[in-house]
């Protein structure tokens, strides 16, 4: 079993330097081209407190972002998943290369609260874009798309007709879903 760990470890080892490595070079590629394009050649720093308000507000708090209501906020939950998700990401990594390890036995109190709260925005991030998506997906289908396909009072007698050899005599199933719809379509 210790082989295995040893080739595991260097395994990840290889895959994390191979993957940062060409980070790195594409990056450096990137930014030498950018500093060879023509232009203006200094690049200011002045404004620093606006400049970091802004990366504050639009990137980390995502304000541009919420101003659509329901993309916004799945959009703002993905992305706080995704930052919540980081740190244990960080914790398997060093867990690859160094079997065993976990941040909870370096700080306990703090691993139990962010486990917590990454289980949640986890939680949030897969069920509500997905949930919306479908509600979104209902309304446009019902109301604009394809309002043929859904019924509507009239299509009662329709249902009546078709449903009466399973109905008992006392049912009373069809006159209530024509209430219904007919409460939902004025």
């Known amino acids: 079993m ?3 760990f040893t080739i595991k470890s260097i395994l990840v080892v290889l895959g994390l330097v191979g993957s940062f490595g060409y980070f790195f070079i594409q990056s450096r590629r990137l930014i030498h081209l950018m500093i060879t394009v023509s232009g203006r050649k200094n690049f200011p720093v002045d404004r620093l407190a606006l400049r970091l308000s802004i990366l504050f507000k639009e990137v980390l708090l995502q304000s ?3 101003q659509k ?3 916004g906020l799945a959009h703002t939950l993905i992305f706080f ?3 919540a998700v980081l740190p244990h990401t960080i914790e398997l990594m060093i867990a690859g290369i160094f079997p065993g390890f976990s941040f909870a036995s370096i700080v306990p109190g703090i691993y139990v609260r962010y486990a917590l709260l990454a289980d949640i925005l986890a939680l949030l991030t897969l069920v509500l874009p997905a949930v919306c998506g479908l509600i979104v997906t209902f309304f446009i289908c019902y109301f604009f798309l394809f ?3 859904f019924p509507t009072p009239n299509d009662v007698l ?3 007709w078709f449903l009466k050899p399973f109905l008992q005599p006392n049912d009373k199933l069809p006159v209530i879903i024509a209430y219904k719809w007919k409460e939902g379509r004025k």
């Open 2 to 4: 210790s082989a295995y």
């Open 64 to 66: 541009r972002v919420r």
């Open 69 to 71: 209501r329901l993309p």
């Open 81 to 83: 998943g995704f930052i």
């Open 147 to 149: 309002p043929a396909l």
């Open 158 to 160: 329709h249902i009546n």
